[in-house]
Structures are given as C-alpha cells and as structure tokens.
C-alpha cells in the first residue's frame, strides 16, 4: 500500500514537471512574438552556419539592443556577417538585415494594426498548444491512477489524488492565461 502511494506520488510530481515544462515552453515562444520592440530574445533559438554546423547566433556573435527599435548583432569573427544574414532571412521573422561591415542590423518596424491582430493569434495558437501538453499531463497522471485503483489502491483515495491532479491542471491553466493575457495587452499597447 505504501509502495502504491509512493509511485503515485511519484507520478503527479513527473504531472507537475511536465506541466511546468509546458509553461516553461510558452514563455520561451511568447519571448520570440515581438511587440513591437526590439529585443535579443527574438533572435533566440535562431541557428546559424558556423563552418558547416548549426550554432546558436549568441555562440558566434554579441548582440545588443542600442534603442528600442534596433538589435545590433556583432560577429566575433568578420566573416560570420554573411551567415548571420542569411539566418535571419531564413528565420522569417518579418525584418530585414543590414549589413554594414562590421554589425548587422535589425530595425523593427511599429507594427501595424493588422500584425498586431495576427501576433495576438499566434499567441493564442501557443495558448492552445500549452493547454492541450497540460491536459496530455493530467490524462497520463489519471490513467495511472486508476490503473493503480484497479491494482488494490483504496478509490476513495484515488480520488482524492485525482482531484489533486485537476487543481494542478487549474492553477497551470490559470498561469497560463495571466500569461497570454499579459503577452495580448503587451502586443496590443501602441
């Protein structure tokens, strides 16, 4: 009986994770959407060619924001500029490069009405994609409890750690939405 409470407990703090792992993960991509500003974060994740291998850009340049509308990325070595670029290009991310030699520069345009709306729907596309890994938590977490229940493990109990399991899945869900509530009037603030 103790060794059944134990690997439940087990399996809803490996819920939890998992479940942190999915905000964690929605805060990496809500730091890519940009609003507006220009921010390094928007570069992260971005690989660039570094004699023949994928590098992340921060290991193969400095990268700087000197006002709010500008990153300035400056390779550690001179012939990085050309792979930078390309990179950037190839990212999509909706700004154009300039190269001058010894930085490439990123100006962000104020967005428009029509990208804001657009930003605020990959936002909640991400919303969705977030809740939809809580909920593959919470399904794994129940299945194994029950499947413990049917095994001997008191169902009063069971359901008392399932209804555990839901308020985890709550109080992640609310985390969640404060997010992409803050990230919304974030995009939508002119």
Same mark, same amino acid.
Do not use: C
């Given at each position: ?19 942190? /792992?999915? +905000? ?8 890519? +959407?940009?609003? %507006? ?7 992260? &994740? ?14 193969? =340049?400095?990268? &700087?924001?000197?006002? =709010?509308?500008?990153?300035? @990325?400056?390779?550690?070595?001179? !012939? ?10 190839? =990212? ?8 001058? %030699?010894?930085?490439? *520069? +990123? ?7 029509? *990208? *804001? ?14 809740? @939809? ?8 977490? @129940? #299945?194994? +409890?029950?499947?413990?229940?049917? #095994? &001997?493990?008191?169902?009063?109990? %069971? !359901? ?21 509530? =803050?990230?919304? /009037? ?5």
């Amino acid at each position: 009986m103790k060794v059944m409470e134990e690997t439940i407990e087990t399996m809803m703090a490996l819920g939890n994770e998992l479940m942190d /792992k999915a +905000i964690d993960h929605l805060n990496d991509e809500l730091i890519k +959407i940009r609003a %507006g500003k220009a921010s390094p974060a928007m570069l992260s &994740g971005l690989m660039v060619d570094y004699y023949g291998n994928p590098t992340p850009i921060n290991q193969v =340049a400095n990268i &700087g924001t000197p006002d =709010a509308r500008t990153i300035s @990325i400056q390779p550690w070595e001179k !012939k990085m500029l050309g792979p930078i670029e390309k990179a950037i290009y190839a =990212a999509n991310l909706g700004v154009t490069p300039m190269n001058d %030699g010894e930085f490439v *520069r +990123i100006n962000i345009p104020p967005l428009t009405e029509e *990208r *804001r709306i657009e930003l605020v729907k990959q936002s909640k596309s991400l919303e969705e994609e977030a809740k @939809i890994s809580l909920r593959s938590a919470r399904h794994k977490v @129940i #299945d194994f +409890i029950k499947k413990e229940v049917k #095994d &001997g493990y008191p169902e009063d109990a %069971g !359901k008392r750690k399932e209804e555990e399991v839901q308020n985890m899945v709550k109080a992640h869900t609310e985390t969640i939405e404060k997010m992409i509530e =803050a990230k919304e /009037k974030d995009i939508m603030t002119v």
